[in-house]
């Protein structure tokens, strides 16, 4: 038994470290690949894995958030607002889902199906944002604006969203809310959207956290292997993302999410993919074709927008608030 606790501490610190690593790099994945991370390894039921994850996250989190701080890069109005509609939806949502049931094993099913769907959800998010880049680039109306005047009522609307669904699921803090800050306010700089970001994920992942404590405790056999992995991994990543190419990273997690998401509505039995047995060879399918058939469907998004299929502006490029199209390559794109 203590080989099996000993070998079950270490497989979840190397994933913490693993994931810790990830957003480092990018900013981005850490519930959104930390929980279906925990829930393959069978550590423990979707309950015990989010509230571990939230904890972890609300210890590695606060010290980029701090960072940020001190660079006064967060706009912290636009934070203020993100979190008074984010916090009180956080401590609400694990609530909503255990009025659902006192069953354990049907609660755990919820929870792995709503975690399913957030992880598509995060991927698409991901999709989305090229998207409104490619849009912005194309106009070439983009105008910066670190000191945006703050629009309330969507600023929290999406932070109620943003809330409910971290509180549920732990994923969406780094995914969802980055792309509907990059739809409000599109003048605000990179480094603005990832500190306003992080400012604000940090008192979110800590309601959500607190609310699914008060719910379900804290199993510190998961959480302290967990902290002691992330927390060195997020700052060996921090420190290596200047030299590593962001595009590809992330369009590796696209990849990973979405099949992440699709094996746990699978792992669920979710009715459309049948309740009898597993479907490895379709997981693997939708992976593949993520990888292969989705560079090639952007092709024709570009070219509809008067771009060749390939080549300049770049993912890397599009990736970038701040990147500005010269006047040659535009052209030569529109001729």
Aim: glycine share 12%; proline share 6%.
């Amino acid at each position: 038994m203590a080989d099996l606790v000993t070998m079950t501490a270490l497989s979840i610190l190397i994933a913490g470290f693993l994931v810790g690593v990830v957003v480092g790099l990018t900013g981005m994945g850490g519930g959104a690949l930390m929980t279906p991370a925990l829930l393959f390894l069978g550590v423990g039921e979707a309950a015990t894995v989010v509230t571990a994850d939230l904890t972890a996250a609300a210890v590695y989190k606060t010290g980029g958030a701090i960072v940020h701080k001190r660079e006064g890069s967060p706009n912290m109005q636009l934070a203020k607002w993100l979190m008074i509609g984010s916090i009180p939806m956080a401590l609400l949502g694990p609530h909503l889902v255990a009025w659902f049931t006192d069953d354990v094993d049907q609660l755990n099913h919820v929870l792995v199906i709503c975690i399913g769907f957030a992880l598509l959800l995060a991927a698409a998010t991901y999709a989305l944002r090229l998207y409104v880049n490619l849009l912005r680039v194309r106009s070439g109306t983009h105008v910066h604006d670190d000191d945006p005047t703050i629009r309330v009522v969507p600023t929290l609307l999406v932070g109620m969203l943003g809330g409910l669904l971290v509180g549920i699921t732990s994923v969406g803090s780094g995914s969802v809310i980055m792309i509907a800050l990059l739809m409000l306010y599109p003048g605000l700089s990179a480094v603005k959207l990832v500190g306003t970001d992080l400012v604000q994920a940090v008192p979110l992942v800590m309601a959500a956290a607190i609310s699914n404590i008060a719910l379900h405790g804290i199993d510190w056999a998961i959480l302290v292997p967990l902290i002691l992995g992330s927390v060195p991994g997020t700052l060996l990543g921090a420190a290596l993302a200047p030299r590593v190419p962001q595009s590809i990273i992330r369009r590796g997690i696209v990849v990973v999410l979405t099949m992440s998401g699709v094996a746990l509505l699978d792992k669920s039995g979710w009715a459309p993919l049948g309740k009898d047995e597993t479907h490895p060879f379709l997981i693997a399918g939708v992976g593949l074709a993520v990888l292969v058939v989705l560079p090639i469907v952007w092709g024709f998004i570009r070219k509809s927008q008067g771009l060749p299929m390939f080549g300049s502006p770049t993912i890397a490029q599009l990736e970038d608030p701040d990147f500005e199209p010269g006047l040659v390559g535009m052209k030569r794109a529109d001729s």
